[in-house]
C-alpha cells in the first residue's frame, strides 16, 4: 500500500446520486438507495489496497455514519478496508477537511467543489453524476465513470513508480567505498 491518502464523497459518487426529501434521511430511508454504479464498490476496494481511503459525507441526519456502514454493507463493501467514515461535512468543508487528513484527492460528484478548490491542497476529481448539472467551471480532472477515473489513478501510480530516483548523495557513496 502506497502512502497516499484519498478522500471520497459518499452520495453521487457511491450511492445513487438521487434527491431524498428531509424526511427519509434516515438509515431506513437511505438504506434503500441504489449504487451510481455497479462497479463502485468493486474500484473503491481496489482503491483501498492501494492508498488510505476516507469516505467524507454531508449526512448529517442521526445514526448517519451507521447507516453509512450498513449501506456499505448491504452493496458487498467492506467498510473495514476504509481508513475512516467521517459524516456532517458541508460541501465547502469537504475539501479543508480532505486537507487536514493529507489526502492528495477527493473524489466528489458536486460541481460545487471545484469552486472551493484554492489551487492547493486536496486536489478535486469530479465524477460524473446523471441527476446534477454538469460544471459551469472548466475543470481538468472531470470523470465520466469509475473505470475512467480509476485507470487515471492507476496511471499516476505507474508513472510515479517509474520515475527516476534520486542518485545517492556523495556523503552517502564514500561511506560504501570503504
Not at 463502485?40 to 467524507?56: E, F, N, Q
Not at 469530479?126 to 465513470?145: A, D, E, G, I, S
Request: aromatic share 8%; net charge neutral; hydrophobic share 40%.
Amino acid at each position: 500500500m502506497s502512502d497516499r491518502i484519498i478522500s471520497c464523497d459518499i452520495d453521487g459518487v457511491l450511492a445513487d446520486g438521487v434527491y431524498v426529501p428531509p424526511e427519509k434521511r434516515n438509515v431506513a430511508g437511505m438504506s434503500g438507495l441504489a449504487v451510481a454504479d455497479p462497479l463502485a464498490p468493486y474500484y473503491l476496494s481496489g482503491l483501498c489496497h492501494r492508498s488510505l481511503v476516507y469516505l467524507l459525507s454531508s449526512r448529517a441526519w442521526p445514526g448517519a455514519l451507521y447507516g453509512t456502514q450498513l449501506w456499505l454493507r448491504k452493496r458487498y463493501f467492506d467498510d473495514s478496508q476504509l481508513a475512516g467514515i467521517i459524516c456532517n461535512i458541508s460541501t465547502n468543508n469537504k475539501l479543508q477537511v480532505a486537507t487536514l487528513l493529507g489526502a492528495t484527492y477527493h473524489i466528489d460528484d458536486d460541481p460545487e467543489i471545484v469552486l472551493c478548490y484554492n489551487g492547493t491542497g486536496t486536489l478535486p476529481l469530479l465524477l460524473y453524476n446523471p441527476h446534477r448539472p454538469l460544471p459551469l467551471v472548466q475543470h481538468n480532472h472531470f470523470f465520466p465513470t469509475w473505470e475512467h477515473l480509476a485507470d487515471w489513478l492507476c496511471r499516476k501510480d505507474a508513472l510515479a513508480s517509474v520515475a527516476p530516483q534520486q542518485p545517492p548523495s556523495a556523503t552517502s557513496a564514500k561511506g560504501q567505498n570503504k
